[in-house]
């Protein structure tokens, strides 16, 4: 069990008993497998760390790696426009990356690094056809212009010692 203060389990409202995980990062640090059912290992628990307005997603387990989208500097616009308009896979990046900074409003996490760009991007987990089950990879989801709050986008910082 963890006994950091600091660190919570972030879950997908839409998808019930699932957290996102460290390990379910491939060999390029793509988020694949990362929504996974809570078991409390500590690569499900993850640092909130606040600068200014902006919000970084820190792995517990892996010190320095946080949740951002699949950017690198130097990258082309079309490559930034398929990493925040559900095209490529969430990422564990160098946190002091800006593809690591999001804007937290309560519910949605906000890609600040997607907004500087033209896009309004949120980090998202994908729901089958249905509705009922979950995808396993985490995305930079723009493409809803016209759409309110989708249940997708929506996360909770779970306390694991409440």
Same mark, same amino acid.
């Given at each position: 069990?963890? @006994?950091?203060?600091?660190? %919570?389990?972030?879950?997908?409202?839409? =998808?019930? #008993?699932? =957290?996102?995980?460290?390990?379910?990062?491939?060999?390029? *640090?793509?988020?694949?497998?990362?929504? @996974?059912?809570?078991?409390?290992?500590?690569?499900?628990?993850?640092?909130?760390?606040?600068?200014?307005?902006? %919000?970084?997603?820190?792995?517990?387990?892996?010190? #320095?790696?946080?949740?951002?989208?699949?950017?690198?500097?130097?990258?082309?616009?079309?490559?930034?426009?398929?990493?925040?308009?559900?095209?490529? %896979?969430?990422?564990?990046?160098?946190?002091?990356?800006?593809?690591?900074?999001?804007?937290?409003?309560?519910?949605?996490?906000?890609?600040?690094? =997607?907004?500087?760009?033209?896009?309004?991007?949120?980090?998202?987990?994908? @729901?089958?056809?249905? *509705?009922?089950? =979950?995808?396993?990879?985490?995305?930079?989801?723009?493409?809803?212009?016209?759409?309110?709050?989708?249940?997708?986008?929506?996360?909770?910082?779970?306390?694991?010692?409440?």
């Amino acid at each position: 069990m963890i @006994v950091d203060p600091d660190a %919570f389990m972030v879950a997908p409202f839409s =998808c019930g #008993g699932h =957290c996102i995980d460290a390990a379910g990062a491939n060999n390029m *640090g793509e988020l694949t497998h990362a929504v @996974v059912p809570c078991n409390g290992k500590t690569t499900q628990f993850w640092l909130p760390k606040e600068e200014l307005s902006n %919000f970084k997603i820190e792995s517990y387990q892996y010190p #320095g790696l946080c949740i951002a989208v699949n950017y690198l500097d130097g990258d082309d616009a079309n490559t930034i426009a398929k990493a925040c308009q559900n095209e490529l %896979f969430l990422t564990l990046q160098n946190c002091n990356s800006t593809a690591a900074e999001w804007y937290f409003n309560g519910g949605q996490l906000i890609s600040t690094h =997607c907004w500087m760009r033209g896009y309004s991007s949120t980090l998202s987990v994908s @729901v089958d056809l249905s *509705g009922t089950q =979950c995808e396993s990879y985490l995305i930079a989801n723009g493409l809803s212009k016209t759409s309110g709050v989708l249940r997708e986008e929506i996360f909770v910082f779970a306390d694991p010692l409440a």
